[in-house]
């Protein structure tokens, strides 16, 4: 059959288009643009940050670094403070703060001591002795001295962790936990005494007996010690 020369030229037009077409698709682009794009930045944290130690916290019985309000300024917006609250708020309202809402935190801890103690003296000394409630020593001693059994109880103590030559005795821990493990070291480091020696059981009465000339008592999960 004979062909129109025009219509031969558009047929011959078409098929080239539809072979470039198909030579670029996505798969026979140029390696340099088929390369795959380069990962994301890490979200990775830096070693040096990850090993920093966080801050210590400040000690619930410290008292503010900065400025505080002179003993002059230390008055009520009403009315006027007792000289036992008085006492307790010198030294301890930051600069623009008010003194009755220091004085409130002093007597919530009091409060708290008393709630604790009505339920489980142990608690409450426990409590004293791993610094929970805030500025306890003072509080107790200024604003609610009917609890100075608790804080003597609990002076007589020591928390959880390391402490370095503690008096010989046999103390016992308060509320444990059942991972309670403590060991009395010797100033060479030697293991003077340790135990529990089968690991605590829940409830269970934990008791340490600290030998004489112990240079550290390291102590893990027990919470708080007192004399037995």
């Known amino acids: 059959m004979y062909r129109h020369p025009a219509a031969a030229a558009v047929l011959l037009a078409t098929a080239l288009?539809?072979?470039?077409?198909?030579?670029?698709?996505?798969g026979d682009k140029p390696d340099a643009e088929a390369k795959a794009k380069p990962p994301a930045a890490s979200s990775v944290p830096d070693p040096a940050d990850a090993t920093t130690a966080p801050p210590a916290a400040p000690s619930p019985d410290a008292k503010p670094t900065g400025p505080v309000l002179p003993d002059a300024k230390l008055t009520p917006a009403t009315g006027t403070f007792k000289e036992n609250e008085k006492t307790y708020l010198r030294g301890r309202v930051p600069e623009k703060t008010d003194p009755a809402a220091v004085l409130q935190t002093g007597q919530e801890s009091c409060q708290r001591v008393a709630r604790t103690a009505k339920r489980d003296k142990d608690a409450a000394t426990a409590s004293v002795i791993a610094g929970e409630i805030p500025n306890a020593k003072d509080a107790i001693t200024l604003l609610c001295p009917d609890q100075k059994p608790v804080l003597a109880a609990a002076e007589k103590g020591f928390g959880d962790g390391t402490r370095k030559t503690?008096?010989?005795g046999t103390f016992r821990a308060i509320n444990p936990s059942p991972a309670c493990t403590w060991q009395a070291k010797g100033k060479d480091g030697a293991v003077l005494a340790s135990g529990p020696e089968m690991g605590a059981k829940p409830g269970e009465r934990i008791t340490a007996k600290i030998p004489a000339g112990t240079a550290e008592f390291v102590s893990s999960a027990c919470f708080a010690w007192v004399p037995a």
């Not at 288009?17 to 996505?26: A, V």
Request: proline content about 8%.
């Open 17 to 26: 288009t539809l072979t470039l077409t198909g030579c670029s698709s996505d």
């Open 166 to 168: 503690p008096q010989a």
